[in-house]
């Protein structure tokens, strides 16, 4: 069964440094989401792409993080620098429909601490 | 923002016993969903009930769904140890985009 790829799995840094975090998405699939995930909350959804087109980057602390889906297919997080609250798990997911409300396949995440 | 409340945060019960779980919501929404999380691990799709659906059922899963009191429950029947993992309600209000729930955490004793 196909699922969504993701890594590193854990990244530990120090704060003020530079981190990325890559998807890759079920093939075949439009619609690509990152989401950060607080202990002990839900996922909030911190940037949307359908194929290379971001559709909704609202929730996205554009002055330190930045996203980018140059082919439509893989995908790139990254934040610089890092702060200590940014520690927090980065979920990936993607979806076939772009209609609304589609299901979602998330990755494993990638579980980030900042020292 | 978190449009999805759900009740109760934890829920500890025996192996074979039924677990519901309830979600509330502020808006209207196109479709509700829910979603498992074990431990440090991703999400995983259970089942999605549409706004003009009322119930559905997928394996030892049901779910409700009553619009007018904007919430939802997931009712997992004869529960297993490996039940045990937090629940995940997903509301889709602006349309393909998902605003999840606090979650209920689900500890399954055998």
């Known amino acids: 069964e196909a699922e969504v790829a993701q890594s590193p799995r854990y990244k530990i840094t120090e704060k003020s440094q530079a981190v990325a975090f890559w998807c890759d998405p079920i093939s075949g699939h439009a619609t690509l989401y990152w989401y950060r995930q607080i202990l002990g909350q839900g996922p909030e959804l911190l940037v949307q792409f359908q194929d290379e087109s971001v559709v909704d980057d609202s929730q996205l602390p554009k002055d330190r993080f930045s996203a980018e889906r140059l082919k439509g297919v893989d995908s790139t997080l990254k934040i610089q620098p890092a702060e200590l609250g940014d520690s927090a798990m980065y979920l990936c997911a993607s979806s076939l429909t772009r209609s609304t409300g589609g299901t979602q396949y998330f990755g494993p995440g990638t579980r980030l601490l900042v020292l | 923002s978190q449009q999805g409340e759900e009740d109760p945060q934890a829920l500890s019960i025996q192996e074979g016993e039924n677990a519901t779980m309830n979600c509330s919501y502020k808006t209207s929404i196109n479709n509700l969903q829910w979603y498992r999380q074990n431990s440090g691990r991703g999400l995983v799709h259970l089942i999605l009930?549409?706004?003009?659906?009322r119930e559905k059922h997928s394996g030892r899963l049901r779910v409700t769904l009553d619009t007018s009191k904007k919430s939802s429950s997931l009712l997992i029947t004869a529960s297993r140890a490996a039940d045990t993992a937090s629940y995940f309600c997903?509301?889709?209000?602006?349309?393909?985009?998902?605003?999840f729930g606090q979650g209920t955490e689900l500890s399954v004793k055998p």
């Open positions: 009930i549409r706004s003009n659906e």
């Open positions: 997903a509301t889709d209000p602006l349309g393909g985009k998902l605003i």
